[in-house]
């Protein structure tokens, strides 16, 4: 899937999450959107990838097929969808990244910033990653590593069929969401307004 699709799916699993009044909505919104975008750091030209200055690889898969992209890794390199498209990758990103955030908000005195709500979206939007992708051709190490095994929903196919079908859904969902919470915020605010006055 492409980001943006991905950071409607964190989007979205945030929502659901807060429907079911998960705390901190804004901080659990905004780190599923951040999360979303999480387990493409070993995908070089991807939206989080190129910020990371880590050295990228490629391999041929010869025939009609694109070359393997990935990171440079020891003793084998760590190619795109493998471990961190996995849980216990989404996991150690999403506790490296909620550390790199509660100490960069500690350092500009934000001290409400609650780490286990930065921690729990950024997992949440990160598995929301691997649920979409799991809709691509390509198969994931989700097991990773337990198994090298590679996952995928029986239903799939190529990101140029799957992407925009995946973007519209979520898009609905969203909607459906956001009126769903901003319902009972609309007749509290409405609640507030004062009344016609009627004339005798």
Avoid at 20 to 49: E, I, K, R
Avoid at 151 to 175: C, K, M, N
Wanted: glycine share 12%.
């Amino acid at each position: 899937m492409k980001g943006h699709t991905h950071l409607l799916g964190g989007l979205a699993a945030a929502g659901v999450a807060i429907s079911l009044h998960a705390p901190h909505p804004l901080t659990l919104l905004a780190a599923a959107g951040a999360g979303s975008l999480l387990p493409d750091w070993d995908l070089p030209q991807s939206w989080v990838g190129r910020w990371i200055p880590w050295p990228a690889v490629s391999a041929s898969r010869g025939g009609r097929l694109p070359p393997r992209v990935g990171r440079a890794g020891w003793p084998h390199p760590i190619w795109h969808r493998h471990q961190g498209h996995s849980v216990a990758g989404v996991t150690l990103a999403s506790g490296i990244a909620a550390w790199l955030a509660a100490s960069a908000s500690h350092a500009a005195g934000l001290r409400n910033l609650s780490p286990f709500w930065v921690a729990a979206g950024l997992f949440l939007g990160g598995i929301s990653h691997l649920a979409l992708d799991g809709f691509n051709d390509e198969r994931q190490w989700w097991l990773w590593p337990l198994t090298r095994r590679g996952f995928r929903w029986p239903l799939h196919a190529g990101v140029r069929y799957t992407d925009q079908a995946a973007s519209a859904v979520l898009s609905a969902v969203l909607i459906v969401l956001a009126w769903h919470l901003g319902h009972p915020w609309l007749q509290d605010l409405a609640s507030l307004a004062p009344a016609d006055k009627v004339l005798p």
